[in-house]
């Protein structure tokens, strides 16, 4: 389930370049993110331009507080504490409509799955989110194919034992229609999901526990907004000279643009809305 406060989880680094000059620039990014709950540890490099931050909170919120001091902040990079190569990847929805946004997958142990992202232009209230099957946008998101499902069950909740192993259930779109979100899954793994699709539906899901004769199948959330193919993150723990290890964190930068060319059947590489 997606979680607003993100005061609860694993925590991950984020690193940020941040446009710093002096000093004074340092001490206004470490003020922006003193005693915020979800922040564990912040180191800020001048020289660098860089900013680390080990945090629980969604990417999004940290970016927001690092913005309030007046400087751009551009995520670079996001990393487990884990020296393991686990694996990571993004997914770059779009659609015919408005519905936009950036969603990154990060295998945080062998067991968690940490997915995080914000997605703009919904309608205010909860919409569905789910892994589908195929990486192929043909036809848009229609072609993406159903939940992924390899274990030919019914569709559930993200909490449910019995579940599409796609199901991540709802997110919540604020008033600004933007829903930010941070939640980490048990069931989906990063080395599953590569090549498939990521798709934002219209209306809440049902978590399959409503009437309607879809609840079981789709959650009857809806028409599909926006979808992406989910690809491995450009240049993620491929080059070593793009590691960095501080403080026994290993941090991998994530430069680029993703690499849409994995989907499982057919897929069409779609420009990059951002
Ligand atoms: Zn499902």
Do not use: Y
Request: charged share 20%; aromatic share 2%.
């Amino acid at each position: 389930m997606a979680s607003d406060s993100g005061d609860r989880g694993t925590l991950c680094t984020l690193e940020f370049a941040v446009q710093m000059t002096c000093q004074s620039c340092v001490d206004a990014v470490r003020k922006s993110l003193q005693g915020v709950a979800g922040v564990q540890d912040v180191e800020v490099q001048l020289e660098n331009q860089m900013v680390l931050v080990q945090t629980s909170l969604p990417s999004q919120e940290v970016q927001a507080l690092l913005e309030a001091t007046g400087r751009q902040a551009v995520l670079k990079g996001m990393g487990s504490k884990q020296l393991q190569n686990l694996g990571a990847a993004v997914a770059i929805l779009g659609g015919p409509g408005t519905v936009q946004g950036v969603v990154r997958f990060l295998q945080l142990s062998p067991e968690r799955c940490l997915i995080e992202g914000t997605i703009d232009g919904l309608a205010p209230g909860l919409h569905g989110l789910h892994v589908h099957q195929l990486g192929d946008l043909t036809n848009d998101c229609s072609s993406c194919g159903d939940h992924f499902n390899p274990d030919g069950t019914s569709h559930g909740g993200p909490q449910d034992a019995e579940r599409h192993r796609g199901d991540l259930g709802n997110v919540h779109a604020d008033a600004d229609g933007r829903a930010v979100f941070r939640m980490e899954d048990e069931q989906l793994k990063v080395w599953d999901v590569i090549g498939r699709s990521l798709v934002i539906d219209e209306g809440e899901d049902d978590l399959g526990r409503g009437d309607h004769p879809l609840s079981k199948i789709t959650g009857n959330s809806g028409e599909r907004l926006a979808c992406g193919i989910i690809a491995r993150s450009a240049g993620l723990f491929q080059n070593p000279k793009q590691i960095c290890s501080c403080d026994g964190l290993t941090i991998w930068e994530e430069r680029g643009r993703p690499i849409a060319g994995k989907g499982r059947k057919e897929p069409v590489p779609r420009p990059a809305h951002l």
